[in-house]
């Protein structure tokens, strides 16, 4: 684990996992300065972050966006959102996590954001992660992993992911294949344990017809506000 968690927040009974998502969006805030502006991910987590922002009335230029669904919320709060610019630097870069390790890795893209939300995480000063307890794992891999691909190379890493003795999938949206912002595929991997995020992020970002993996670990995580039974637990790393 990183720095010893410090409760900053109390709650005093048991909270659902929604409630642990919002209260998390909303201490989120701290983190956010006025005059500057916002990356902004994506996710049920994420939403209550737009929410909180767009009602505290905090001043800020506009946001960044990884994802057209969070585009949309941030336009329908009124929120300015821009292109990433070239040399742009962002104060902040806000998002959820499917999981979260105790160095900070994560694995993202339950939402099939995850090449947007890489990228606009690359250009942020500080990584602040959102999640309820359910997120917090010793080692990755318990959730499927989602990779971005090419759509024709989906057999070809479907065979790769067979022998590291990993299960891949097409992502489906009823019938057929869910197509991302950019056009692309998802696969979700079943029956991996990343114990090196870092080696693993840079081995299968190297697979011909990978776009992006769903390892965050050279964008790890500066921050994690994690929600609990006892409050918000503010981990650095
Ligand atoms: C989207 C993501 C999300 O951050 C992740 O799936 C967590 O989502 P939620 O906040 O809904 O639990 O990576 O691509």
Redesign the pocket.
Known sequence: MGSAPKGDYRVSSPLTQDQL?ALVGQAALSHVRAGTWVGV???????HFIDALAASGVSILGAVS??EASTQRLLGHGIVVSELKGGQTLDVYV????EIDPRGNMI???????TR?KIVASQAQRFVC???ES?WVEVLGHFPL?LEVIPMAAEVLIERFKTKGAQARLRMKGETPLVTDNGQHILDVWGLKISEPLAFEDEVSQWPGVITV?VFAHQRANVCLMGTSQGVKTFEF
Do not use: C, H, M, R
């Open positions: 998502k991910g994506t996710g049920s987590t994420v939403n990884s994802s998002d959820g996590a499917d993202k893209g339950g939402g099939a954001a995850l939300e959102i999640v309820d997120k989602p769903g």
